[in-house]
C-alpha cells in the first residue's frame, strides 16, 4: 500500500521544501523522531489512521496473529518465547477501514534487564493506542502474568478486544469460554495459525477503534527508545 501522499503538486503536501525544512528542523528540535514526523506528514493527506496495539505474555502468538490481520507474512514469527523484542508498526485493512497494528514483545511482571525493556514497549504501546487485542493462549488458560496484563489494561482505560487464540477446533470452544473469567468482556475463539474466527475478532476490532486516532502526532523520540 502506497503511504506517500502529493497535494497540490508537492511532494511534501502543503508544504514547499523551504517549509518542509523549516519544520522538520523544529520537530528534531523538540525532540520528536524524524520518521515518525514523516508518517505523519504523510498521512495527513488522507488523515490519521487509528492505532491498534496487540499485546499479551511471551509466545502466545501474537505475531501470528498480526500476520493473519495484515494477510501477509511480516512479522517475525518463531516459536520460542521472545522474538519480538521492539514494538513494529504495520498497516492494516478490514472491511473498508485502514488501521495501524503495532506488534509488541511478550509482557511479563517482575522482570530485569532486556525484559524489562520489552515489558516497557509493551506498556508504551497500550498506552499510545486506540484499542487493544490482549492475546491469550486458551490451551493454557489465564495465567498470573494474564491478570497482571489484565490490571494494566483497565488502568490504561483502552478498548480491548480478547482473543482466545489457539482454538484450533470446535473441542477448543469451553478453553475459551473459561477466559470470560479475566472480567474483559466475550473471548474470541481465534486460532491466528489457520485463520479460524478472526473475521469476528477483527469485526469486534472495528468496533472497539474509533475513525480517527485521539492524537495526530506521535511521541517524543525518546519516549520510543528501540521502536522502528
Not at 34 to 62: C, F, I, S, T
Not at 95 to 110: I, P
Amino acid at each position: 500500500m502506497n503511504d506517500q501522499i502529493h497535494s497540490g503538486g508537492d511532494e511534501h503536501g502543503e508544504l514547499g521544501d523551504a517549509e518542509y525544512a523549516e519544520f522538520m528542523e523544529l520537530a528534531a528540535q523538540e525532540g520528536f523522531d524524524p520518521a515518525e514526523v514523516e508518517g505523519d506528514l504523510a498521512e495527513a493527506g488522507h488523515g490519521p489512521l487509528p492505532v491498534l496495539a496487540v499485546v499479551g505474555r511471551p509466545n502466545v502468538g501474537k505475531s501470528t496473529l498480526v500476520n493473519r490481520i495484515l494477510g501477509r507474512r511480516e512479522a517475525v514469527v518463531e516459536d520460542r518465547p521472545g522474538v519480538t523484542r521492539d514494538r513494529v508498526t504495520y498497516e492494516a485493512e478490514w472491511s473498508g477501514r485502514r488501521f495501524k497494528v503495532v506488534d509488541t514483545g511478550g509482557w511479563e511482571q517482575d522482570v530485569l534487564g532486556i525484559d524489562a525493556s520489552v515489558a516497557a514497549q509493551a506498556e508504551f504501546a497500550i498506552e499510545a493506542a486506540d484499542a487493544v487485542v490482549f492475546v491469550v493462549d486458551a490451551t493454557v488458560g489465564a495465567t498470573d502474568t494474564d491478570e497482571a496484563v489484565v490490571k494494566l489494561l483497565r488502568r490504561a482505560g483502552k478498548p480491548v478486544v480478547l482473543c482466545a487464540n489457539k482454538v484450533d477446533g470446535p473441542s477448543g470452544e469451553a478453553d475459551a469460554a473459561m477466559l470470560w473469567s479475566l472480567g474483559l468482556g466475550e473471548p474470541y475463539a481465534v486460532s491466528a495459525l489457520h485463520g479460524r474466527g478472526t473475521g469476528d475478532m477483527l469485526d469486534a476490532v472495528l468496533e472497539a477503534l474509533p475513525e480517527a486516532p485521539a492524537q495526530t502526532f506521535g511521541p517524543r523520540s525518546a519516549d520510543r527508545a528501540g521502536s522502528p
